[in-house]
């Protein structure tokens, strides 16, 4: 079992910064990607930004050159600084996390809410 805590959401004006943490606990060490999705109104939930275990970091389109994931050496904690803030990136933040381990298990956060006004 893999638990997953974030933090740092709120409310901004547009061109603002934000800041997200997620600490992950529990079997850390079955942990293969961690990162990012989110889930606006009357949308579904999408891919914000993941990192492999390895380094490697998926953004999202809309957020490249605005946002930045990072994932420290212990594996157990992420990141998300979010520049230029949009009001279109107005939803709920969820940590995500999957295991490399058969069968291949999700796992998430509770979820963070990021307002944007304009």
Known sequence: QVQLVESGGGLVQAGESLRLSCVASGSISLIDSMGWYRQAPGKQ????????????????DSVKDRFTASRDNAQKTVHLQMNSLKPEDTAVYYCHANTWLNPKRDYWGQGTQVTVSS
Do not use: I, P
Not at 45 to 60: F, P
């Open 45 to 60: 939930r999408e891919l914000v930004a993941s990192t492999t275990r390895s380094g490697r970091t998926n953004y999202a």
